[in-house]
């Protein structure tokens, strides 16, 4: 989806001989030798037994060559390579083996957005992700009118999706002066009671919220959000370091797109930005395309968290719009128009409006930007924000846990998706 000199992309060459240091063939070759056309995503019954032979799987402790043996949706054992008989086999030897990716932050792809509140809209974005290797999803909203998203969150509520892990929502309780591509229309000041009935019958749908603390009310909204058992995020704030510190101090336990759209890091007024980085007790999500946050403060990010032994804090997530994986051109966020011009969505005042990331193509980015070893960067898209959820039996490969993993080719590309045991992307017709 982008072009070998667009902003999402790191240059094969590198990632080839990341491959080759490592020890893996730059093509896996499936039983057949075949590879099937990219995008092929598949729609699998569920399967007894499924046996992911002999790839190089990255557990949470280790490394280690192994096959995972799957028993309906769940990961039943992982063991050594040996001779064992099944009928569903996949050949996994010239492949990592991954968890598969967790997306907190994702409003659309290949087209369609969470916000057109529609279960095909959804269905095409979570289709779409899956052919990236994510296979659970947290769908963003944007603010609209107050009963269009009561009606799109009862949607996504009762849609039974597979992978969907619930909604975010990114305001409309957020600063005007730090609104993004947020349209300013429909943008609210923090109201508890009518939160309240914003969410009012949707149970556990709503997973997160993202407000200004800023604002006159916020404090009592946050202990709403908590009320029904949301993660109160920070983010779209123009709040001031001591003013982002006694929102942590209140609840808030999540920072919404590090860097951007919230007062910045500065040597007298270290701002949300330095409240996320400096506070132990909040998650802090990272857009790494090279665009949103210069790919030498993701360094800076990555090595200060990783030198504080915090880097279970940072998980990566893409901010996809409905543009992603689709060509240049317009497009829109919520209501607001917009326009792609290699690879990066803006306003016509040049304001990032999400992105057209996915997550394969942060963590070949976060690697080549920072350096760190391809383990360490797995975690930010899968175990880091699923313990960001609350979430234990996904993103990591360990008996018990739901049989999410990627197979990841030699330049970490995706060549298969497999969420509860069931193979919902294939790319290299691998399976017998």
Known sequence: ????????????????????????QSEPKGPHGLVAPRGTVMRHESIAELLIAGGRCVLEEREMQADVVVVGERIADIVR???????????????WVVPGFVDLHVHGGGGADFSDGTVSAAETVLGFHAAHGTTRVVASLVPAELDRLR??????STSRLPGLLGVHLEGPYVSPAKRGALASAYLRLPDRDEFGRLVAGSGNTVRVVTLAPELPGAADLLAAIRGVGAIPAIGHSEATYEQALAAIE??????????????????????VAGAALFDPRVTIELIADGSHVHPSVIRFLVE????????????????????AGTPDGPSTVGDLDVAVRGGVASLPDGTL????????????NVMGYTGIP???????????PASALGEDSVGELRPGAYADAVLLDAELNVRMTIRSGKVIFDSTAART
Do not use: K
Request: hydrophobic content about 40%; charged content about 20%.
């Open 151 to 156: 009606r799109t969150i009862g949607i996504l």
């Open 304 to 323: 200060d968290l990783a030198a504080r032994e915090q880097l279970r804090r940072l998980s990566l997530v893409s901010d996809a719009i409905r543009a």
């Open 81 to 95: 390579p040996r001779s064992r008989s099944t009928a569903h086999s996949i050949d996994a030897s010239s492949c």
């Open 353 to 364: 409006s999400g992105s057209t990331l996915t997550l394969d193509v942060a963590l070949r």
């Open 250 to 271: 209140s609840g808030a336990r999540h920072v919404t797109h590090w860097g951007n759209a919230m007062s910045g890091l500065h040597h007298r007024a270290p701002g």
């Open 1 to 24: 989806m982008f072009a070998a000199d667009g902003p999402g992309y790191l240059g094969g060459n590198v990632l080839h001989l990341l491959g080759r240091a490592q020890g893996l």
């Open 374 to 384: 391809l383990a360490e960067a797995v975690r930010l898209v899968t175990r880091n």
